[in-house]
């Protein structure tokens, strides 16, 4: 204990948590011998928590689409505003350090979770579904070969999906790099030669996570994650197309894990 | 961030597009000023930013006499469907604040309710930090006094009415 007195300053940094743990248990002993100065700080303490029920529910609020900083930049930009600028002022909003940044994923493309992973899969698409020489590297008669290398790579055993009853067959595979990591892509084809690309890789965020759309471009998919695995289905197809195959793999998939 | 800055702008004026506009001129500041930011912490400077705008929107106002008017915060924050108990005490604590100057208000939301330190919240008023810690004391105290006044009509099951 120190000599040092008690001040109204110590008195409201109590309240808002903004001691450390010596002074807040100094504040505690002085509070408990006077009554009165107690009595106040508890009403001015209730009235904190009274304005953070009142105020916070406009925080939880969506944001309405013209604060979205994107827009906000895409209307800047057209007005020859540096892109650095844009790009510094946007990771000072959203990716910023200090506490209370909540915001950071809604703003900032995300770099990881399924955001990412559709935009993994959409790009592997891309790469790929147009190959006409080698779209995959491992047919689908060679599955046992194809599950062994993806299981060595990812270091998880995947669930290969069959869309036959949709009318899509699975030409087959091949391990793909992400950012995050190995990845097993999927290659389907129907009879009139559409190509539809599955991704599915570990995932470090978003481990379990509801099925989202994502469209990249003409690319349009879906993805997911359950137990620690993620997937993406993605084509040139509309989304709404799209879904019903995405919801068929998830629910093999989780008829398997 | 930006939903901290919808919910600070709200304390100013009543109405959510409103308070929005504000925000939108915020945000639309900080990129075109990023140049010219001089202190190290991103979001004090973002707050000031905007609290300088809120302050000056309602100058504005006053000067053509509208009425901005804290004093219609209350219905739009009382647009949250909360329980019965709660209710009564929001009531309370909402026309409390409604009735507090601008300048001891700025100071409890951005320190009870945007939990900014009391050295943040003198930067982003520009203000020592002595007077900070003045207006948060006259503002706790003031409202201590607006909830537990006898001539308010006590409601039995306020919350505030048991502190005594």
């Given at each position: 204990?120190?000599d040092?007195?008690?001040?109204?300053?110590?008195?409201?940094?109590?309240?808002?948590?903004?001691?450390?743990?010596?002074?807040?248990e100094?504040?505690?002993?002085?509070?408990?011998?006077?009554?009165?100065?107690?009595?106040r700080?508890?009403?001015?303490?209730?009235?904190?928590?009274?304005?953070?029920?009142?105020?916070?529910?406009?925080?939880?609020?969506?944001?309405?689409?013209?604060l979205?900083?994107?827009?906000?930049?895409?209307?800047?930009?057209?007005?020859?505003?540096?892109?650095?600028?844009?790009?510094?002022?946007?990771?000072?909003?959203?990716?910023?350090?200090?506490?209370?940044?909540?915001?950071?994923?809604?703003?900032?493309?995300p770099?990881?979770?399924?955001?990412?992973?559709?935009?993994?899969?959409?790009?592997?698409?891309?790469?790929?579904?147009?190959?006409?020489?080698?779209?995959?590297?491992?047919?689908?008669?060679?599955?046992?070969?194809?599950?062994?290398?993806?299981?060595?790579?990812?270091?998880r055993?995947?669930?290969?999906?069959?869309?036959?009853?949709?009318?899509?067959?699975?030409?087959?595979?091949?391990?793909?790099?992400?950012?995050?990591?190995?990845?097993?892509?999927?290659?389907?084809?129907?009879?009139?030669?559409?190509?539809?690309?599955?991704?599915?890789?570990?995932?470090?965020?978003?481990?379990?996570?509801?099925?989202?759309?994502?469209?990249?471009?003409?690319?349009?998919?879906?993805?997911?994650?359950?137990?620690?695995?993620?997937?993406?289905?993605?084509?040139?197809?509309?989304?709404?197309?799209l879904?019903?195959?995405?919801?068929?793999?998830?629910?093999q998939?989780?008829?398997?894990? | 961030?930006?939903?901290?800055?919808?919910?600070?702008?709200?304390?100013?004026?009543?109405?959510?597009?409103?308070?929005?506009?504000?925000?939108?001129?915020?945000?639309?500041?900080?990129?075109?000023?990023?140049?010219?930011?001089?202190?190290?912490?991103?979001?004090?400077?973002?707050?000031?930013?905007?609290?300088?705008?809120a302050?000056?929107?309602?100058?504005?106002?006053?000067?053509?006499?509208?009425?901005?008017?804290?004093?219609?915060?209350?219905?739009?924050?009382?647009?949250h469907?909360?329980?019965?108990?709660?209710?009564?005490?929001?009531?309370?604590?909402?026309?409390?604040?409604?009735?507090?100057?601008?300048?001891?208000?700025?100071?409890?939301?951005?320190?009870?309710?945007?939990?900014?330190?009391?050295?943040?919240?003198?930067?982003?008023?520009?203000?020592?930090?002595?007077?900070?810690?003045?207006?948060?004391?006259?503002?706790?105290?003031?409202?201590?006094?607006?909830?537990?006044?006898?001539?308010?009509?006590?409601?039995?099951?306020?919350?505030?009415?048991?502190?005594?």
């Amino acid at each position: 204990m120190t000599d040092r007195p008690i001040t109204e300053d110590d008195l409201h940094a109590y309240i808002d948590g903004r001691l450390d743990a010596a002074r807040n248990e100094e504040v505690s002993a002085y509070l408990d011998k006077h009554p009165d100065v107690a009595n106040r700080f508890a009403s001015y303490s209730i009235q904190r928590t009274l304005l953070q029920g009142v105020f916070d529910p406009i925080a939880g609020e969506p944001v309405p689409s013209r604060l979205n900083l994107n827009h906000i930049i895409a209307t800047r930009r057209q007005n020859r505003v540096s892109n650095w600028r844009l790009a510094a002022a946007a990771v000072l909003l959203f990716v910023g350090g200090s506490g209370g940044w909540y915001m950071r994923d809604m703003m900032v493309p995300p770099t990881e979770g399924v955001v990412a992973l559709g935009r993994e899969a959409s790009d592997s698409f891309a790469t790929y579904a147009g190959d006409r020489t080698r779209p995959v590297e491992l047919r689908a008669d060679n599955m046992v070969e194809l599950v062994g290398w993806a299981t060595e790579r990812m270091g998880r055993k995947p669930v290969l999906p069959d869309l036959s009853k949709s009318g899509y067959r699975l030409m087959g595979g091949r391990v793909v790099s992400t950012p995050h990591g190995a990845g097993l892509m999927l290659m389907y084809d129907n009879d009139q030669g559409t190509r539809l690309v599955m991704l599915t890789r570990p995932m470090a965020v978003d481990q379990t996570r509801t099925m989202t759309p994502h469209s990249q471009g003409k690319v349009d998919g879906w993805a997911w994650a359950s137990n620690g695995m993620g997937y993406s289905l993605v084509g040139s197809l509309p989304s709404e197309a799209l879904h019903p195959l995405a919801d068929d793999i998830r629910r093999q998939v989780q008829g398997e894990a | 961030m930006i939903p901290a800055l919808r919910r600070y702008a709200r304390g100013f004026v009543h109405d959510a597009v409103a308070a929005d506009d504000l925000v939108q001129d915020c945000l639309e500041r900080v990129i075109s000023h990023w140049h010219r930011r001089r202190n190290d912490d991103a979001r004090t400077w973002v707050f000031a930013i905007l609290h300088n705008l809120a302050v000056s929107r309602l100058r504005q106002a006053a000067r053509r006499g509208q009425h901005v008017a804290i004093e219609e915060i209350a219905d739009d924050l009382m647009a949250h469907p909360p329980t019965q108990e709660d209710d009564l005490a929001r009531t309370d604590v909402v026309s409390a604040i409604q009735q507090l100057p601008e300048e001891p208000r700025s100071v409890l939301l951005l320190v009870a309710v945007e939990d900014l330190s009391y050295a943040q919240v003198a930067e982003v008023l520009a203000i020592p930090i002595g007077t900070v810690m003045s207006r948060l004391s006259r503002a706790r105290e003031r409202l201590r006094q607006i909830l537990e006044s006898p001539a308010r009509g006590v409601r039995p099951g306020s919350h505030l009415r048991r502190v005594k």
